[in-house]
């Protein structure tokens, strides 16, 4: 991995201009309340999108402290605070001890938090199976790696922003 920055490129690709087109849709698509609404429905959770969301992170996770999951959602603290209060009020999730701080919390699924994943994961890909019911195996699959790949991209592109440290000039 390099320690130099890329540099940013003057202009963009027309292709890669179409991809942010095409991914800014889709994010606008999946993001629509009445979506979320029907998605919720089919998966008989009745949980808003900012749940959902705190949800699918714990799933994909060993068991994070708060802050942890805000850093990963890319939200303020304070409102994983009131989604894992309503969460646990819900018995979706629970609270564990640190094992590396006994004074501090660690977020973990419940059974029913777990079922409550998988049915929404479920509904998701059964509503994506009908929308894309005309492509062919083989497309579907050539989807599905690209997409991995430019997620792994986005994410070694985000990680190396991370790492680097701001030059202090005297």
Known sequence: MSTEPLPVPAVASPEVIEIERALT???????RARQHDRLMAMAGV???RA???????????????PGELAQRLGVEASHVTRTVQQLQRSGYVTR?????DGRAQRIELTDAG??????????????MQLALSDWSAEELGQ????????????????????????????
């Open 51 to 65: 749940a959902v969301a705190l949800l699918r992170q714990v799933a994909d996770s060993d068991p994070l402290r």
């Open 114 to 127: 777990r079922e409550a994943v998988d049915r929404v994961r479920d509904a998701g890909a059964r509503g």
């Open 25 to 31: 849709r889709i994010t606008y698509l999946s993001t």
């Open 143 to 170: 989807l599905a790696t690209l997409f991995h790949r430019m997620v792994d991209d986005f994410l070694s592109y985000a990680a190396d922003d991370e790492t680097e440290q701001p030059t202090i000039s005297a």
């Open 96 to 100: 564990v001890p640190d094992p590396d």
């Open 46 to 48: 009745p949980l808003d």
